[in-house]
T-cell receptor
Framework: DVKVTQSSRYLVKRTGEKVFLECVQD?????MFWYRQDPGLGLRLIYF???????EKGDIPEGYSVSREKKERFSLILESASTNQTSMYLC?????????????FGNGTRLTVT | DQQVKQNSPSLSVQEGRISILNCDYT??????FLWYKKYPAEGPTFLIS?????DKNEDGRFTVFLNKSAKHLSLHIVPSQPGDSAVYFC????????????FGKGTRLSVIA
């Protein structure tokens, strides 16, 4: 069974801090994604990666960056956290070998920026 | 502009009755559709999918119907159970293999015992 693990369930950070959210998957998936979920706005794509060292902007990349140095790990970085980045962050992965393979999500990180 | 729309933010249904969750899309290039279910404090989990070459796919209590001409799909849950109470997201894909899924905003289903 696919396991997507996000390093923290809850985080509280101060405005202006640099924040790292880590995600690891154990199924050798090529594609990895970062979403945020906010009430009334659904799931919005921040960044995604087709494979190691590759990254693409999603719908709301401003204020974020990502790193994919190893296939199993996809990190989301908040360069200077702001209160409007308080949200639930969800990492997901899927194989790139099968057309329309479903996404597998981690359990999320609830980030609060004060 | 939203390409995948779930126009009902919430839905309440009595236990044992049918739940119908609706989803509309605008991009005719989409050819594969998925439903995800999300409980609070957990990540979404894949529920059921349908290819555009079909108009119905069934898995136990869950059935998804696709009307391509209307660009509309629906998820039917029969019979509804209290454990089905969750947020349901409709998603679409198909433009290319590496194109991310496009999600709707979700519908919160409450099944009342």
């Amino acid at each position: 069974d696919v396991k997507v693990t996000q390093s923290s369930r809850y985080l509280v950070k101060r405005t202006g801090e640099k924040v790292f959210l880590e995600c690891v998957q154990d199924m050798d998936h090529e594609n990895m994604f970062w979403y945020r979920q906010d009430p009334g706005l659904g799931l919005r794509l921040i960044y995604f990666s087709y494979d190691v060292k590759m990254k693409e902007k999603g719908d709301i990349p401003e204020g974020y960056s990502v790193s994919r140095e190893k296939k199993e790990r996809f990190s989301l970085i908040l360069e200077s956290a702001s209160t409007n980045q308080t949200s639930m962050y969800l990492c997901a992965s899927r194989t790139g070998q099968v057309y329309n393979s479903p996404l597998h999500f981690g359990n999320g990180t609830r980030l609060t920026v004060t | 502009d939203q390409q995948v729309k779930q126009n009902s933010p919430s839905l309440s249904v009595q236990e044992g009755r049918i739940s119908i969750l609706n989803c509309d899309y605008t991009n005719s290039m989409f050819d594969y559709f998925l439903w995800y279910k999300k409980y609070p404090a957990e990540g979404p989990t894949f529920l059921i999918s349908i290819s555009s070459i079909k108009d119905k796919n069934e898995d136990g209590r869950f059935t998804v119907f696709l009307n391509k001409s209307a660009k509309h799909l629906s998820l039917h849950i029969v019979p509804s159970q209290p454990g089905d109470s969750a947020v349901y997201f409709c998603a679409a894909s198909g433009i290319s293999r590496n194109t991310p899924l496009v999600f709707g905003k979700g519908t919160r289903l409450s099944v009342i015992a």
